[in-house]
């Protein structure tokens, strides 16, 4: 018994000791993961350290060696060798006496001078007093006294002022026996400064602690701690190009104007501040964490959640050439996108479509857009025939009772009418917007239907109407008013019927046949369910709500409650900020990742993929064009961002201070309306960037050149235009183009008697001013204007200009050309552009040469003589 | 010099000494005795237990190994409360820098989770035990219905612990949760006859629960001082009423003869 008794007790003991082990392990292991399996930055801050230093030590040592190399060294032992000879005639006993009894001396005379001070603050210490009791008491006494006392102030000053000066006296001859030395020393010290500089930062670095680097942003309670891993991501050299030790790309784009001390990291690049223990939580690359950090040009999303417009912006051009998708396919048409509120419809108006297209072309455009033409914009809604049926009833049904069709290839017009038309169709420069045969369409943000088929499309008195005058049939479409007499026009129809035909269209109702109203009604309701009046204006039902879900909820724009219009279905506001966990994935078969990102992808690729009963139609876009797309959707969050990081758009700033957007007025709105400038050029910040900006052209060109060129526009800068611009800059176009001939000149505005050329030069005369061009330049009066031009030809030869310039034949042909420049632009705008051309155009390659102002009256009165045809 | 065994006596022999230390260490019955009787915690425990009740393959030790868990949730519960605040701004990051901050902060966390999932384990293992050894009879039916209203507790402070972290769920565990509080009749307003006693969203006992009709910052300062204070509070005077009990009804139960 008892034996059995120790035998149990000791195996308790050896279980009771394992344990114990097991525990102290453990316990171990605890204190170790700690300090250092869960704190990787410790070595990574380690290692920079180290990398750093190796960086530093071999900048030292190269320094070292160049000084080395370029006899420094000698010029210092040099230095030295005087130095102390220097010192050792200051250490010979005559010397050393003088020192000795100088100093001795300015011992003597500071102590006279202390005492002195010391008297003249007590003196003056009594001075006030007595000044307070005489106010005080207003006695007399008081007042004798205190003049007293000025008296004997007055004259302990001037004692002091005498001991200082002695004081000084010494100090200077004191300096003066030291003085050779101490220069001798100076030199040295210069010398090695360089040197000593490279050593402190060697010395400075070993001091840099290894701990946690923590932006915290407390208003929003946000703690970046990436810069504990990233250690030289805002150093102002690149100590390593491994991760994590790269300095941040383009920093003095993106982190220059964001300090990150002030924005930290994770308002831009999201992902999980506060993690530290591995790279993968830090990105947050982890299971439920919402918010994986952006790289690469992803991350300029995040510039919407601050920026009101991007237009321009620096450092954001993927994500404003991805933000041109919305105004492409016209996403606010449906879902509500605050800072859209005011673009126009994308579709056309189609309130009298049924004058102007074949119902058997209607159908199958419904059922299909891009079956007619590839680059349509307008989404598929999957209709079966019947209910496209159905639509098209609806829409012919509002100007007239039957389905018709037009056939354009019967009734051949004449060839030579056809010819004329084909002349005016490359005169007009219609391929500028539309594309035919696959060619054409440069100003691509115009979106101008393709026209290879359109033949098949329209009828031909509706073409001879739209021609003659396109806002009477849709007042807002970007179709310009060419002012083309009846048989231009009639020559430009013969033309595009006959030449732009579809040939598997078919004519089936080319007898018309009733419509029947049953299927009128049914297309009503399926316009209604699907909101074709979203992009589409439509008779009745112009206060129609949007049908699909709002996709940003709050931003920059400052949005008004009452702006928010009521929205059917599901609340999408803010998408790129939605919890992965609300997104409903629902009957999708195919395996996605499960994040957000993934999800509106998927969403784009597949709009009714996610659920039965979806409405939205399918764009079938391209996939980079889902990337960009999803990158924009991406960027519409509601992350509370503070108020001060917000840079409202100019029109928000505007409105803001109640000063209202520039608006076109007067007889120029009239023939504005008409020619659509705006299409191509911008003005005062309304419209495009295809063409030059005009806001100036005022001040810039001259009246007559204007008249000239608008009647017969031809290119200014040949070889810029064709040049690629490199993907620096969004929007320009490739090829050789020039402006349309509008045929400005021949008609008068409506209700008035100016032509309407009169009124475009007016109003550039008038509105298109700078104040920065001054109408005439400074006049030199001592030197002749013959010898001035002279003396701007050899400055015009001497700077090279020619290399880009063209003068009649010679010269290079980057810039514009300068032939007859003196007969385009006005005298004060090249003055002022030879100061500085970056003023009126920042991306201009000009270089500054930074001339004097006499030079640039040269050169100008030399330009202004360059004229072709001078009268 | 003095010798060590006056320095003893000297260190031992006055009044800071042997009011810390009562007694000595001697192996008799009277010191093992004095032992118990003069330790307020060894107290709750009896002086003398039978060999056979400390049999494992009966009692399973489940009781005791709650009670252990216990412990450690009350001292990592204790340090936890340094380092968290109670409102929606804070509680989650509070959390998130317990994992990736604060010294220890992983095993602390950790102890308190898993320790809470243990002892929810444990309780319930130990009640099967009670019920399948007829350990509530007779005399023992008062200390199962302390055993049970303590099992409610344990699982009342896993329900509230669960708000803490203010993350998605535990938002949802407590808007499940007081949902069915909510549909409870009598005292939620979904419930029945709630229309009799008008009984609203505002006035239920999902709305004591919650401070409010929705889930928000006064539920978390809720569940956080019914996890932290109230429930640990009474758990407690109930688990010494269920020590005592187990004392007074004739030790720990067991293997009948």
């Known amino acids: 018994m008892a034996n059995e008794n120790k035998n149990s007790s000791s195996l308790s003991l050896y279980i009771f000791v394992f344990f114990s082990v097991v525990l102290l392990v453990l316990s171990l292991w605890v204190v170790w993961d700690d300090e250092f399996g869960l704190r990787p930055w410790k070595k990574y801050q380690a290692d920079y350290k180290t990398m750093k230093h190796d960086k530093l030590e071999q900048d030292y040592r190269h320094a070292v060696v160049e000084f080395q190399r370029s006899g420094g060294h000698k010029k210092l032992a040099e230095l030295e060798a005087k130095l102390e000879k220097a010192e050792a005639g200051f250490k010979s006993n005559e010397t050393q006496e003088k020192f000795t009894k100088l100093n001795s001396q300015l011992e003597a005379a500071h102590e006279a001078l202390a005492k002195s001070q010391k008297e003249l603050r007590d003196l003056r210490g009594q001075f006030l007093e007595t000044e307070y009791y005489f106010t005080k008491t207003q006695q007399p006494d008081y007042k004798s006294k205190m003049d007293v006392l000025q008296r004997s102030i007055d004259s302990v000053a001037l004692?002091?002022?005498?001991?200082?000066?002695?004081?000084?006296?010494?100090?200077?001859?004191?300096?003066?026996?030291?003085?050779?030395?101490?220069?001798?020393?100076?030199?040295?010290?210069?010398?090695?400064?360089?040197?000593?500089?490279?050593?402190?930062?060697?010395?400075?670095?070993?001091?840099?602690?290894?701990?946690?680097?923590?932006?915290?942003?407390?208003?929003?309670?946000?703690?970046?701690?990436?810069?504990s891993c990233h250690i030289g991501i805002d150093g102002k050299n690149q100590v390593s190009g491994k991760q994590p030790f790269t300095r941040h790309p383009a920093s003095f784009v993106y982190l220059d104007h964001h300090d990150p001390a002030k924005f930290g990291c994770t308002f831009c690049h999201r992902g999980q501040g506060r993690a530290t223990t591995s790279a993968e939580k830090a990105h947050g690359n982890v299971k439920h964490w919402d918010e994986p950090m952006l790289q690469g040009d992803m991350t300029q999303t995040s510039c919407l959640n601050c920026h009101g417009d991007i237009k321009g912006l620096r450092g954001a051009e993927k994500i404003i050439k991805s933000t041109e998708l919305i105004k492409k396919y016209g996403c606010y048409s449906c879902h509500k996108i605050?800072?859209?509120?005011?673009?126009?419809?994308?579709?056309?108006?189609?309130?009298?479509?049924?004058?102007?297209?074949?119902?058997?072309?209607?159908?199958?455009?419904?059922?299909?857009?891009?079956?007619?033409?590839?680059?349509?914009?307008?989404?598929?809604?999957?209709?079966?025939?019947?209910?496209?049926?159905?639509?098209a009833d609806y829409l012919f049904s509002?100007?007239?009772?039957?389905?018709?069709?037009?056939?354009?290839?019967?009734?051949?017009?004449?060839?030579?009418?056809?010819?004329?038309?084909?002349?005016?169709?490359?005169?007009?420069?219609?391929?500028?917007?539309?594309?035919?045969?696959?060619?054409?369409?440069?100003?691509v943000k115009v979106y101008a239907p393709d026209l290879s088929k359109v033949g098949s499309k329209v009828n031909k008195e509706w073409m001879f109407k739209w021609i003659k005058n396109p806002n009477t049939y849709f007042p807002g479409t970007k179709m310009p008013r060419f002012r083309f007499t009846d048989e231009e026009v009639n020559g430009l129809v013969a033309y595009i019927t006959s030449e732009y035909q579809d040939e598997d269209?078919?004519?089936?109702?080319?007898?018309?046949?009733?419509?029947?109203?049953?299927?009128?009604?049914?297309?009503?309701?399926?316009?209604?369910?699907?909101?074709?009046?979203?992009?589409?204006?439509?008779?009745?039902?112009?206060?129609?709500?949007?049908?699909?879900?709002?996709?940003?909820?709050?931003g920059v724009t400052f949005l008004r409650n009452n702006e928010m219009r009521e929205k059917i279905g599901m609340e999408l506001s803010s998408i790129g900020s939605k919890p992965v966990d609300m997104l409903d994935f629902g009957k999708l078969k195919k395996s996605i990742p499960n994040d957000r990102l993934s999800y509106i992808k998927q969403k784009l690729r597949d709009p009714r993929g996610y659920r039965l009963g979806l409405r939205m139609p399918n764009f079938r876009l391209a996939e980079s064009e889902i990337n960009e797309l999803s990158a924009v959707l991406y960027g519409f969050t509601d992350a509370s961002v503070p108020t001060r990081f917000l840079v409202p758009s100019r029109q928000e700033l505007d409105r803001m201070a109640g000063v209202p957007s520039y608006k076109f007025t007067g007889d120029f709105a009239k023939v504005i309306a008409d020619v659509k400038c705006t299409n191509c050029h911008a003005i005062r910040g309304i419209g495009a960037d295809y063409a030059p900006d005009i806001s100036i052209a005022g001040s810039k060109l001259q009246e007559s050149w204007i008249r000239n060129f608008l009647a017969n526009p031809d290119v200014i800068r040949p070889l810029l235009q064709q040049m690629p611009k490199f993907g620096l800059s969004s929007g320009k176009p490739q090829a050789k183009v020039t402006m349309p001939?509008?045929?400005?000149?021949?008609?008068?505005?409506?209700?008035?008697?100016?032509?309407?050329?009169?009124?475009?030069?007016?109003?550039?005369?008038?509105?298109?001013?700078?104040?920065?061009?001054?109408?005439?330049?400074?006049?030199?009066?001592?030197?002749?204007?013959?010898?001035?031009?002279?003396?701007?030809?050899?400055?015009?030869?001497?700077?090279?200009?020619?290399?880009?310039?063209?003068?009649?034949?010679?010269?290079?042909?980057?810039?514009?050309?300068?032939?007859?420049?003196?007969?385009?632009?006005t005298q004060g705008f090249i003055f002022k552009h030879l100061e500085n051309a970056r003023k009126f155009k920042a991306d201009i390659v000009e270089p500054n040469y930074g001339f004097t102002e006499t030079e640039r009256i040269y050169l100008t009165n030399f330009l202004m003589t360059l004229k072709l045809n001078a009268k | 010099m003095k010798s060590l065994p006056e320095i003893t006596d000297k260190v031992k022999k006055n009044l800071i000494w042997k009011?810390?230390?009562?007694?000595?260490?001697?192996?008799?019955?009277?010191?093992?005795?004095?032992?118990?009787?003069?330790?307020?915690?060894?107290?709750?425990?009896?002086?003398?237990?039978?060999?056979?009740?400390?049999?494992?393959?009966?009692?399973?030790?489940?009781?005791?190994?709650?009670?252990?868990?216990?412990?450690?949730?009350?001292?990592?519960?204790?340090?936890?409360?340094?380092?968290?605040?109670?409102?929606?701004?804070?509680?989650?990051?509070?959390?998130?820098?317990?994992?990736?901050?604060?010294?220890?902060?992983?095993?602390?966390?950790?102890?308190?989770?898993?320790?809470?999932?243990?002892?929810?384990?444990?309780?319930?293992?130990?009640?099967?035990?009670?019920?399948?050894?007829?350990?509530?009879?007779?005399?023992?039916?008062?200390?199962?219905?302390?055993?049970?209203?303590?099992?409610?507790?344990?699982?009342?402070?896993?329900?509230t612990g669960y708000l803490t972290p203010w993350d998605q769920l535990g938002f949802w565990a407590i808007t499940v949760g007081t949902n069915m509080g909510a549909a409870t009749p009598l005292l939620g307003y979904q419930g029945p006859f709630s229309e009799y006693l008008h009984i609203t969203p505002y006035n239920d006992v999902r709305f004591a629960l919650l401070g409010g009709a929705q889930v928000g910052g006064n539920a978390l300062l809720r569940s956080y001082i019914w996890h932290c204070v109230a429930i640990p509070l009474v758990a407690t005077i109930l688990m010494m009423v269920h020590f005592w009990r187990v004392r007074k009804d004739g030790g720990i139960s067991k293997p009948q003869k």
């Open chain 1, 505 to 554: 269209a078919e004519y089936k109702y080319a007898q018309p046949v009733e419509i029947k109203a049953a299927s009128i009604a049914k297309g009503k309701d399926l316009i209604q369910k699907y909101g074709c009046y979203g992009c589409h204006k439509l008779q009745g039902m112009e206060d129609m709500v949007q049908v699909a879900p709002s996709l940003r909820k709050q």
């Open chain 1, 741 to 825: 001939r509008f045929n400005l000149g021949q008609q008068k505005v409506e209700d008035t008697n100016k032509t309407d050329v009169d009124v475009v030069i007016n109003f550039f005369q008038q509105e298109l001013l700078s104040s920065d061009i001054p109408k005439e330049i400074p006049k030199i009066n001592t030197i002749a204007m013959p010898e001035q031009i002279a003396k701007g030809k050899q400055l015009y030869d001497l700077k090279g200009c020619k290399a880009c310039h063209q003068i009649g034949t010679e010269g290079g042909a980057l810039g514009p050309n300068l032939t007859n420049v003196g007969n385009r632009l």
């Open chain 1, 338 to 391: 605050p800072g859209y509120e005011t673009v126009g419809d994308v579709g056309p108006l189609l309130t009298q479509v049924g004058t102007k297209v074949n119902y058997s072309w209607a159908v199958s455009w419904l059922l299909d857009p891009k079956k007619y033409f590839a680059t349509a914009r307008m989404p598929k809604f999957y209709f079966t025939q019947d209910q496209a049926e159905a639509i």
């Open chain 2, 19 to 159: 009011s810390v230390f009562r007694r000595d260490y001697r192996n008799t019955v009277r010191d093992r005795a004095q032992a118990v009787f003069g330790n307020v915690f060894l107290h709750l425990h009896p002086v003398q237990v039978r060999e056979s009740a400390v049999k494992l393959r009966f009692t399973w030790g489940m009781g005791g190994i709650t009670l252990f868990a216990f412990i450690i949730l009350v001292i990592t519960g204790v340090v936890l409360m340094f380092y968290y605040h109670p409102s929606i701004d804070q509680a989650y990051t509070d959390i998130k820098d317990l994992e990736f901050q604060v010294p220890f902060g992983v095993i602390l966390r950790n102890l308190h989770r898993w320790g809470a999932h243990f002892m929810v384990i444990v309780v319930m293992i130990h009640m099967f035990r009670v019920f399948m050894t007829g350990s509530y009879k007779a005399p023992r039916q008062f200390n199962w219905g302390v055993g049970v209203i303590l099992l409610v507790l344990t699982f009342l402070l896993s329900f």
């Open chain 1, 159 to 227: 004692r002091v002022a005498a001991q200082q000066k002695i004081e000084d006296s010494i100090k200077g001859s004191l300096s003066s026996l030291t003085a050779g030395t101490a220069a001798i020393r100076a030199q040295i010290a210069t010398m090695k400064n360089g040197l000593e500089e490279k050593k402190e930062k060697i010395a400075n670095n070993e001091k840099v602690p290894i701990e946690i680097k923590q932006i915290h942003i407390a208003d929003v309670d946000k703690a970046d701690r990436c810069q």
């Open chain 1, 398 to 443: 509002m100007s007239g009772t039957t389905r018709h069709d037009a056939d354009n290839t019967k009734n051949k017009p004449d060839a030579k009418l056809i010819e004329q038309g084909k002349a005016l169709w490359a005169q007009s420069r219609c391929n500028l917007c539309h594309i035919t045969g696959g060619r054409g369409g440069n100003n």
